[in-house]
């Protein structure tokens, strides 16, 4: 069954630091593009950072310089690392291959405290 499930989140004062992780179950994981999302209350969904299979990453400008992607393609998982976390950052959190095609899970939320 193709599944994707994230977990990690939280509540975390201003200036803190959370590891999200995305488990994907399913043969898609190893050659897709991985991307992390959010959706913050009221506003559309964002993509926030990706990365290849190969392990090229990229990132919102909003987040370059405090969030780092990463995957182990062994485990079938992709993680983001967040650190000097913002108010603004407050959203529930998702991944999903770069052409949007799983289901998506149920993400996790993070909420920043300032």
């Known amino acids: 069954q193709v599944q994707l499930v994230e977990s990690g989140g939280g509540l975390v004062q201003s200036g803190g630091s959370l590891r999200l992780s995305c488990a994907a179950s399913g043969s898609f994981f190893r050659i897709s593009p991985m991307g992390w999302y959010r959706q913050a209350p009221g506003k559309q969904r964002e993509l926030v950072a990706w990365i290849t299979p190969g392990g090229t990453t990229s990132y919102a400008d909003s987040v370059k310089g405090r969030f780092t992607i990463s995957r182990d393609n062994g485990k079938n998982t992709v993680y983001l690392q967040m650190i000097s976390l913002k108010s603004e950052d407050t959203a529930v959190y998702y991944c999903?291959?770069?052409?949007?095609?799983?289901?998506w899970g149920q993400g996790t939320q993070v909420t920043v405290s300032s």
């Open positions: 999903n291959t770069r052409q949007l095609n799983i289901n």
